[in-house]
C-alpha cells in the first residue's frame, strides 16, 4: 500500500487547511484511514481515524475544529482542520492499517506550519 499525502503549508493561527492522503495498491476491508503528528522533539501522535465501517475517533486536542472523512471510491482521506493553533505545528503523516495484513502503513509526512 502506498500513501501520498498533500495539503500541508504555512498558515496564520485560526485558519484552515485541508489534507488529503490517497491510498493505492492493495486495499482491504476493514480498514482505517487515519492522521497522525509528530512536532519537533515530542512523540508522534493521533490525531483522527476513521473506520471503513463509518466510525471516527478524534485527539481531545482537536475535537470541534478537526473533522476527517474519506472517499472509499478513490480510498482517499481528508482532514479538514480549522481554528489552528501554534500547537497543531508539526508533520502530519496519514497511516493505513487493515485487518487482512495487520500492517501499519505510513505515508512521507506534510509539514504544517501555524504561525503568525
Known amino acids: 500500500v502506498q500513501l501520498q499525502a498533500s495539503g500541508g503549508g504555512l498558515v496564520r493561527p485560526g485558519g484552515s487547511l485541508r489534507l488529503s492522503c490517497a491510498a493505492s495498491?492493495?486495499?482491504?476491508?476493514?480498514?482505517?484511514l487515519g492522521w497522525y503528528r509528530q512536532a519537533p522533539g515530542k512523540q508522534r501522535e493521533s490525531v483522527a481515524i476513521?473506520?471503513?465501517?463509518?466510525?471516527?475517533n478524534y485527539a481531545e486536542s482537536v475535537k470541534g475544529r478537526f473533522t476527517i472523512s474519506r472517499d472509499n471510491a478513490k480510498n482517499t482521506v481528508y482532514l479538514q482542520m480549522n481554528s489552528l493553533k501554534p500547537e497543531d505545528t508539526a508533520v502530519y503523516y496519514c497511516?493505513?492499517?487493515?485487518?487482512?495484513?495487520?500492517?501499519?502503513?505510513w505515508g512521507q509526512g506534510t509539514l504544517v506550519t501555524v504561525s503568525s
Open positions: 476513521t473506520t471503513s465501517g463509518g466510525s471516527t
Open positions: 495498491g492493495s486495499i482491504f476491508t476493514p480498514n482505517r
Open positions: 497511516n493505513y492499517w487493515d485487518r487482512s495484513s495487520r500492517y501499519d502503513y
